[in-house]
C-alpha cells in the first residue's frame, strides 16, 4: 500500500506560494566544547537518527492526473550532505549577521524534487558559539510518524557522536506511472467522491482540500463568536513579499512564573499580555490609531487531549483578543486570562506536554503553523505560538544548548507572526516579519523585552 499523504499534508503543498513558503524551523545556539563541534559531527548526528525518521528519506511523488493524492517515495539520489549544509559569518560574527541569514534561509522554498528538510550548521559566530538552523516543511511534519529533525540531534547527556552506517537502508524503486495509476484507482474505488475532490482541489480548488479538513475543527473557534465578524485591518495585514526579516527576545522564565503566581492565570497568558504590550507600543510607535477598545486578534495553537484524555500530538487554534488599547500591563493580563480560561480544560499543562515522548518545541510549533495555515487569514492579525521546552541543559555532541528560538512561517496576507519556547531558565522569542511590510521588526522585538520589564514589576519577589 502505497504512503500517501493525508489530505491536510497534502494541501500545504497544493497551497503553497512563493511569497508564502510553507516550512517551520528554529534556531539554536550553542558553545562550542574546546573538543570542537564541527561539519562532520553534525553530519554524523543526524544520519545516527535517520533510521528513527523514514521520511527524510522520501520525497513527494504525484500520482498520474491526479487520481489520488501524492505519495511519499524513497529518494533513490538521496545525499545527506545536500540536506546538512555548512555557512560561516565573517568572524567574529554577530547576533544581527547571524538573524539576517536566517531570514534569508528562510526566505528561500524548498526543492520539492528532494526530501523537504533542511540543516545549516552555521560558524564564525563570537565567544566560540556555533549556530544549527534546521528548517522542515509543514508537510513533512505531522507530529505522528515525523517529528522535527531538530529535536533528534539533542541528549540530555554529551558525548561524542560516532558515524553511523545504516547498511540496511536500501531505496526502494520508485513505482511506475502505471502502479500509482492503479493504487489510486483501487483506494478510490469504494469512496468515488475522493476522486472527484482530488481533481478540483488540484486543478481549479485547492482551497477546497482545506475547507474540508478543517471545518470540524472551524466549529471549536466558533465557539469564542470571533468568526462572524473579520479580525480589524491594520499595519499586520497587507500583501507579502517573498523576503524575511527575523528577530528575537528574551526573558527569564521566573519573572513570568512570578507574574502569574502574582496575579493568576497561566505562563501562556503573561505571555500573550507581555506581546500585547509590545504591539500597543509598536503601533503608538508607527502612529496607528489606538483606543482603549483597539484589539489585535491573535491565533494561539494549544496542544490539547486527544478523545481518550491523553496529551497527544494534537493541536488546536483558539482565537483571542488581545486587548493592545488597554494602556495597565496587569488588565491587560487579566483580560486575557479571561478569554482564555475557556481553554485551560482542554489544554495540556506544560509539566503534562513535556512528558509526552516525540512532542518536542519544533514539532509543536510545527503542528501549532499546521493549524493556523488551515484558516482563514481574515478571522485573525498573527499567529503566536507557544511552546514549553524541556528545563535541563541538552546537547548535541558535546556542545551544550545555550538558546533556541522558533521560526514560524507567514502566511498570505499576513506580516508577522511569533514563535515563543523556554529553555532551560529562558523564554525565547522569534519574530518572524515580512521584509518590506514589517521592516522594523527589530524594534518590535526590543519592545517584547521592555513590555516583559513592565509585566514583572507588579509581581513583588
Known amino acids: 500500500m502505497a504512503d500517501r499523504l493525508s ?26 566544547p574546546r573538543s570542537g563541534f564541527d561539519y562532520g559531527q553534525v553530519v554524523a548526528l543526524i544520519e545516527q537518527h535517520l533510521p528513527q525518521v523514514p521520511r527524510y528519506r522520501r520525497r513527494v511523488l504525484p500520482v498520474p492526473g491526479h487520481l489520488a493524492r501524492p505519495v511519499w517515495v524513497d529518494d533513490p539520489d538521496f545525499d545527506l550532505t545536500y540536506h546538512v549544509r555548512r555557512s560561516a559569518l565573517p568572524r567574529p560574527g ?63 547527556t554529551p558525548h561524542m557522536p560516532e558515524r553511523y552506517a545504516d547498511g540496511d537502508w536500501r531505496p526502494r524503486r520508485l513505482p511506475g506511472r502505471t502502479g500509482l495509476a492503479l493504487d489510486a484507482m483501487r483506494e478510490t474505488v469504494g469512496r468515488p467522491r475522493e476522486m472527484v475532490e482530488n ?47 527575523f528577530a528575537v ?26 506581546v500585547s504590550g509590545a504591539l500597543r507600543t509598536w503601533l503608538l510607535s508607527r502612529g496607528e490609531p489606538v483606543t482603549s477598545g483597539t484589539t489585535v486578534r491573535a491565533l494561539v495553537p494549544l496542544a490539547v487531549r486527544d478523545d481518550a484524555g491523553a496529551a497527544a500530538s494534537k493541536v488546536t487554534p483558539y482565537l483571542v483578543d488581545l486587548p493592545v488599547g488597554e494602556p495597565n500591563p496587569v488588565v491587560r493580563l487579566q483580560h486575557i486570562s479571561h478569554a482564555m480560561r475557556a481553554h485551560t480544560g482542554s489544554a495540556v499543562a506544560a509539566s503534562a506536554l513535556l512528558g509526552v515522548g516525540g512532542l ?38 558535546t556542545a551544550q544548548l545555550t538558546e533556541t528560538f522558533p521560526v514560524v512561517p507567514l502566511v498570505r496576507n499576513q506580516a508577522l507572526a511569533v514563535g515563543v519556547t523556554s529553555y532551560d531558565g529562558g523564554v525565547y522569542f522569534g519574530l518572524t516579519g515580512d521584509r518590506d511590510a514589517l521592516s522594523d521588526v527589530d524594534v518590535l522585538a526590543k519592545m517584547v523585552e521592555e513590555s516583559v520589564d513592565e509585566l514583572v514589576p507588579t509581581a513583588p519577589r
Open 94 to 156: 554577530n547576533e544581527e549577521q547571524l538573524l539576517d541569514l536566517v531570514a534569508r534561509l528562510f526566505s528561500r522554498p524548498l526543492d520539492h524534487a528532494r526530501p523537504l528538510w533542511e540543516a545549516y550548521l552555521v560558524e564564525g559566530l563570537a565567544k566560540s558559539r556555533v549556530a544549527l538552523v534546521t528548517k522542515t516543511h509543514q508537510a513533512l511534519v505531522d507530529g505522528v510518524s515525523t517529528v522535527d529533525i531538530g529535536q533528534l540531534v539533542l541528549d540530555p
Open 7 to 32: 489530505t491536510l499534508d497534502a494541501s500545504f503543498l497544493y497551497l503553497e506560494e512563493r511569497s508564502a513558503p510553507l516550512h517551520v524551523g528554529s534556531v539554536a545556539l550553542f558553545r562550542r
Open 360 to 397: 518536542s518545541p519544533p514539532t509543536l510549533h510545527a503542528l501549532g503553523a499546521r493549524a493556523a495555515a488551515s484558516f482563514s487569514k481574515r478571522i485573525f492579525n498573527l499567529v503566536i505560538a507557544n511552546v514549553p521546552g524541556p528545563q535541563v541543559p541538552l546537547y548535541a555532541g
Open 199 to 245: 481533481l478540483r482541489s488540484v486543478a481549479t480548488d485547492a482551497v477546497a482540500t482545506v475547507r474540508k479538513v478543517t471545518g470540524a475543527a472551524a466549529a471549536l473557534i466558533d465557539t469564542m463568536g470571533t468568526v462572524a465578524r473579520p479580525a480589524a485591518a491594520g499595519p499586520l495585514n497587507v500583501p507579502i513579499s517573498s523576503q524575511r526579516r
Open 249 to 274: 527576545a528574551r526573558a527569564r522564565l521566573a519573572d513570568l512564573r512570578g507574574v502569574r503566581a502574582e496575579h493568576g492565570g497561566t505562563v501562556n497568558d503573561v505571555v500573550l499580555a507581555v
